[in-house]
């Protein structure tokens, strides 16, 4: 049988994010015998798959073959592979430019922030499976998928998984800094990380941010190691710029990310100057801060 896979959000770039619905549907016939190809329309298919994570590229269903399977957030929030499908290993070679495994060993949130499609999509926090389901030992970096690992019931398990295995880890959802305490920051420190993605999207948690800086920063935790998401434009906030302030003090890495809706358009950001922020971070990052704070010094 000839198997059509479509990823509705590739785009031309260097480096390829991998869709891992995808990579898992491909293993799975490839296990049965069956021929899988990917965005290549010209074939045949007996079947066909189609994955959109990004409600803005929904568009391109246009494109796919009559009858396909349809998945992914950004055309259905309910669809779920079946039990078989889920705890399969991905099939990292769908996407041979990819060097690292990834996965969740966690599904959904305790949180409900508005502009988060998550709890709608996954509903409460649960366990969902070992590193070990997903990690292929041809690699030597690990990236996590989990939207929130500190409040996952295993959280305990998947950290201390995680320090045995010799690999780089990137908590790419972000961790919750609201959720960091002493026992968090020493598993943290046992973890190889190129840095340590958190998120300071509301004022109004202000003080955690500040007292798990802090934490990570008696444990030995470099500044320059800790890095942060911060959300603006959405619904209105008017806050951003006193987030980066704080953020700033610190001298940590900032992420702005200016909120994007259904349609892929970014919010409209009028924020007025007031004082100086003094850059520090990634280089791919001076774009997004020149948007939201004006200039630099």
């Known amino acids: 049988m000839k198997v059509l896979l479509m990823d509705l959000d590739v785009i031309k770039q260097r480096r390829l994010f991998p869709n891992l619905a995808l990579m898992k549907l491909s293993q799975f016939h490839k296990r049965k015998g069956d021929e899988v190809y990917l965005n290549f329309p010209l074939v045949k298919p007996d079947i066909t798959y189609t994955s959109c994570v990004f409600t803005w590229n929904a568009k391109k269903r ?13 055309i259905n929030r309910k669809t779920e592979l079946p039990t078989e499908v889920e705890h399969i290993m991905p099939d990292y070679s769908l996407y041979p430019r990819v060097n690292f495994s990834l996965g969740f060993t966690s599904r959904g949130c305790v949180r409900r922030c508005p502009w988060c499609m998550v709890p709608e999509k996954e509903g ?3 366990p969902w499976a070992s590193v070990h389901e997903f990690w292929d030992k041809r690699h030597r970096k690990v990236l996590l998928l989990d939207n929130n690992l500190l409040a996952a019931p295993n959280w305990k398990n998947t950290l201390s998984e995680l320090a045995n295995l010799p690999v780089t880890v990137d908590f790419n ?37 500040r007292e798990g800086i ?3 920063l008696r444990a030995g935790i470099a500044k320059s190691h800790l890095s942060f998401y911060a959300l603006v434009g959405f619904n209105g906030d008017n806050t951003a710029l006193e987030r980066l302030k704080i953020l700033q003090s610190y001298g940590v890495d900032v992420y702005p990310m200016v909120y994007r809706g259904d349609d892929g358009r970014e919010a409209t950001v009028s924020l007025s100057w007031h004082g100086i922020i003094y850059w520090r971070g990634a280089r791919n990052n001076l774009r997004r801060f020149l948007r939201v704070a004006g200039k630099l010094p």
Do not use: H, N
């Open 124 to 126: 409460g926090i649960k």
């Open 62 to 74: 246009a494109i796919v073959p009559d009858g396909a399977i349809f998945g992914g957030s950004g």
């Open 214 to 216: 802090a934490k990570m």
């Open 173 to 209: 959802q972000g961790l919750d800094i609201r959720l960091i305490d002493d026992e968090k920051v020493w598993w943290l420190t046992r973890i190889r990380t190129e840095c340590l993605r958190f998120a300071f999207d509301d004022i109004g948690y202000e003080r955690a941010v």
